[in-house]
């Protein structure tokens, strides 16, 4: 049974760093994750995606595929910057992550992050319009982490309106979306 756990577990991971590579591969520039708790998770996600080089300790190598510029004699430090260039935005959106902003703002690698106020009010065992003020204190605590660890924060809006109060906060990244049509 441990064998079996261990064989699914290298599986999913081997799994989750074929669908990162290859996502990166095919030209994202940047990756927005999503349900991520723990700052071991994040550190985990991030070694996948930067190359695999002495500097940056990752396991993203030298494909084969097409990148945007596609150019197939690169040299393998020019390809390895312009991985470790990609943008890497993490949700916090569950209470253990909101718990541990502070040290997942502080890993090398974490550019942005995006609070979910949906899945975190879940996660509290809440709904979103009982306990709407709590969420939102959630939210500028990680906006004001992430900006004092040097991480963009992005928040997602419903209206171009809705971006002044988060501007005033010193947000400069946003995403029209759905979410906080009910927050």
Same mark, same amino acid.
């Given at each position: !049974?441990?064998?079996?756990?261990a ?5 999913l991971?081997? #799994?989750i ?9 095919? #030209?994202?520039q940047? +990756? ?11 550190r985990e996600?991030?070694r ?7 500097? !940056? ?11 945007i510029?596609?150019?197939?004699? +690169? ?10 260039? +990609? ?15 502070? /040290?997942?703002? =502080? ?10 106020? #949906?899945?975190?009010? !879940? ?10 003020? /709590? ?20 928040? /997602? +809006?419903? =209206? ?24």
């Open positions: !049974m441990v064998l079996l756990l064989l699914l577990t290298h599986h991971l081997d #799994s760093s074929y669908c990162l590579t290859n996502g990166v591969q095919f #030209s994202f940047g +990756i927005l994750f999503t349900d991520h708790q723990t700052p071991e998770q994040v996600t991030v996948l995606v930067r190359s695999e080089t002495p500097e !940056m300790g990752g396991r993203f190598g030298y494909p084969n595929k097409r990148f510029g596609f150019q197939p004699r +690169i040299a393998q430090m020019d390809h390895a910057r312009r991985v470790d260039e +990609i943008v890497l935005l993490f949700m916090i959106e569950k209470a253990v992550a909101v718990d541990n902003i502070e /040290e997942i703002c =502080s890993i090398p690698g974490v550019d942005m992050i995006q609070f979910g106020p #949906s899945d975190y009010c !879940m996660s509290r065992g809440w709904n979103v319009k009982d306990h709407r003020e /709590e969420a939102r204190a959630a939210e500028r605590h990680c906006i004001e982490v992430a900006l004092a660890h040097g991480v963009q924060p992005r928040c /997602e +809006i419903h =209206s171009v309106e809705a971006a002044k109060c988060y501007m005033d906060l010193r947000v400069r990244h946003f995403c029209l979306g759905d979410q906080l049509v009910q927050f």
